[in-house]
C-alpha cells in the first residue's frame, strides 16, 4: 500500500501538464502513426496503470482526481490499445 500512497503523492505533485507527459510517454504509436512492434514491458507499465487506477476508484479515495487521471489515461491510450490489438477496423 505503501507504494501506492507514494505514486498518488508524485501524481498529485504534478502539474497537469506534467501527468499528461506521463501518459504520453506510454504511447504505442509513434510520430508518424505507424504502429511499433508492441513490446511486452509497454503492456505491462499499461497494465500496471490500469491496476492502480482501479484499484483506487474502488477504494473510493480521491475519487475526483482519480476519475480525471483515468478519463486523461484513456484519452491518451484508448486508440493506441485498440491499433495494438489489430482492432483498427472498429
Not at 501538464?17 to 509497454?42: N, P, W, Y
Not at 476519475?67 to 491518451?76: D, E, I, N, P
Request: a negative charge.
Amino acid at each position: 500500500m505503501f507504494i501506492v500512497g507514494a505514486l498518488l503523492s508524485f501524481l498529485k505533485g504534478l502539474s497537469p501538464s506534467e501527468i499528461d507527459m506521463e501518459f504520453q510517454m506510454l504511447r504505442i504509436l509513434d510520430d508518424l502513426g505507424s504502429v511499433d512492434t508492441l513490446t511486452s514491458k509497454q503492456l505491462k507499465l499499461i497494465g500496471l496503470v490500469l491496476d492502480f487506477l482501479v484499484e483506487r476508484i474502488q477504494s473510493n479515495c480521491d475519487f475526483e482526481f482519480i476519475q480525471a487521471l483515468t478519463r486523461l489515461f484513456l484519452k491518451v491510450q484508448l486508440t493506441n490499445l485498440i491499433y495494438a490489438f489489430g482492432a483498427s477496423s472498429l
